[in-house]
């Protein structure tokens, strides 16, 4: 694979274009509205990242391991519905990335409307938790004798979003210089 070393399509002496620059929420609330105020602003970042981006930029690799816009929403999307439907909640079957179409086959849109539902679906299994302790009905990691409670899957998740939104950005930048949310 071959790493994508073009510049980005911005002219010389100029400031990369901005993104929408919206702030962390700032909420004064119980701690599972805190947390999933975050992870949906987290949540919100990627989804802006490929804003705007052709289905051939967010295939594009922006990094010698592959890992493209595309990648990265279709990746979340994953591991949403592994942690909160499978493992959390104990619905259905472990979702993995090769059931998901082959990301030549897949368009921007699509991957985020799959994305945006996953969420709605993860947040559904979050609102419906009678507390953040009460531990899971399994989970991801073999040597575990009990699934996570809710609180380490948000947590897990803030962590995980906000890793990759990271990943976003740089990719983003690379893409056509636009830098902020």
Same mark, same amino acid.
């Given at each position: 694979? &071959?790493?994508?070393?073009?510049?980005?399509?911005?002219?010389?002496? &100029?400031?990369?274009?901005?993104?929408?620059? $919206?702030?962390?929420?700032? /909420?004064?609330?119980?701690?599972?509205?805190?947390?999933?105020?975050?992870?949906?602003?987290? #949540?919100?970042?990627?989804?802006?990242? $490929?804003?705007? $981006?052709?289905?051939?930029?967010?295939?594009?690799?922006?990094?010698?391991?592959?890992?493209?816009?595309?990648?990265? /929403?279709?990746?979340?999307?994953?591991?949403?519905?592994?942690?909160?439907?499978?493992?959390?909640?104990?619905?259905?079957?472990?979702?993995?990335?090769?059931?998901?179409?082959?990301?030549?086959?897949?368009? &921007?849109?699509?991957?985020?409307?799959?994305?945006?539902?996953?969420?709605? #679906?993860?947040?559904?299994?979050?609102?419906?938790?009678?507390?953040?302790?009460?531990?899971?009905?399994?989970?991801?990691?073999?040597?575990?004798?009990?699934?996570?409670?809710?609180?380490?899957?948000? $947590?897990?998740?803030?962590?995980?979003?906000?890793?990759?939104?990271?990943?976003?950005?740089?990719?983003?930048?690379?893409?056509?210089?636009?830098?902020?949310?």
């Amino acid at each position: 694979m &071959t790493q994508n070393t073009a510049a980005p399509n911005t002219a010389p002496n &100029t400031a990369p274009s901005k993104l929408s620059d $919206v702030r962390p929420p700032s /909420v004064n609330a119980d701690e599972r509205t805190t947390l999933l105020a975050f992870l949906d602003y987290l #949540r919100e970042a990627v989804i802006g990242k $490929v804003a705007g $981006v052709s289905d051939e930029d967010a295939r594009r690799p922006g990094v010698a391991s592959g890992t493209s816009l595309l990648w990265l /929403v279709r990746h979340l999307t994953v591991v949403e519905r592994n942690w909160f439907e499978w493992a959390y909640a104990g619905l259905g079957e472990a979702p993995s990335e090769s059931d998901d179409l082959p990301l030549e086959s897949l368009g &921007t849109a699509e991957a985020v409307d799959a994305y945006r539902d996953a969420i709605a #679906r993860s947040n559904a299994v979050a609102a419906a938790a009678p507390d953040l302790d009460r531990p899971g009905v399994r989970s991801l990691r073999p040597d575990a004798t009990e699934g996570p409670s809710l609180r380490w899957v948000l $947590v897990h998740m803030i962590e995980e979003t906000g890793r990759h939104a990271g990943h976003a950005d740089i990719i983003r930048e690379q893409l056509d210089g636009a830098v902020g949310r």
